[in-house]
C-alpha cells in the first residue's frame, strides 16, 4: 500500500510560483496514475491535475497553461509546478494515487496572498 506526503506549499503573492512535491513509499510508484486535487474553505474537493502511469496528462481548465503537473519514477515523486498564482487558487492541495483503491496524501496549504 503506497503512502504519500505532500510538502512546498506556503504563502506566495499573487503572481507568484510555488512547486508542490508528492513523496510516495510503500508502492511501485510506475504502476500508480496520479493526480493533485485541492479544497478551498467551505468547497469541495476538486481535480486539479492528473498524470497516468505513461505521463499522459489532464488539467482543469482553471488552471491551463499556469501549471503543470509532473513525475520522477527514479525519486517516486509527483510535482506541481504552480506560476501565475492567484487568490482563488488559494486550498489545500492533496496528491493522490489510484490503483483499484484511491491513495491519499494529508494535503499541504498554499495560500495566496497580498
Known amino acids: 500500500q503506497v503512502q504519500l506526503v505532500e510538502s512546498g506549499g506556503g504563502l506566495v503573492q499573487p503572481g507568484g510560483s510555488l512547486r508542490l512535491s508528492c513523496a510516495a513509499s510503500?508502492?511501485?510508484?510506475?504502476?500508480?496514475?496520479m493526480g493533485w486535487y485541492r479544497q478551498a474553505p467551505g468547497k469541495q474537493r476538486e481535480l486539479v491535475a492528473t498524470i497516468t502511469r505513461g505521463g499522459s496528462t489532464n488539467y482543469v481548465d482553471s488552471v491551463k497553461g499556469r501549471f503543470t503537473i509532473s513525475r520522477d519514477h527514479t525519486k517516486n515523486t509527483m510535482y506541481l509546478q504552480m506560476n501565475s498564482l492567484k487568490p482563488e487558487d488559494t486550498a489545500v492541495y492533496y496528491c493522490n494515487a489510484v490503483r483499484g483503491n484511491n491513495y491519499w496524501g494529508r494535503g499541504t496549504q498554499v495560500t495566496v496572498s497580498s
Open positions: 510503500g508502492g511501485i510508484f510506475s504502476i500508480y496514475d
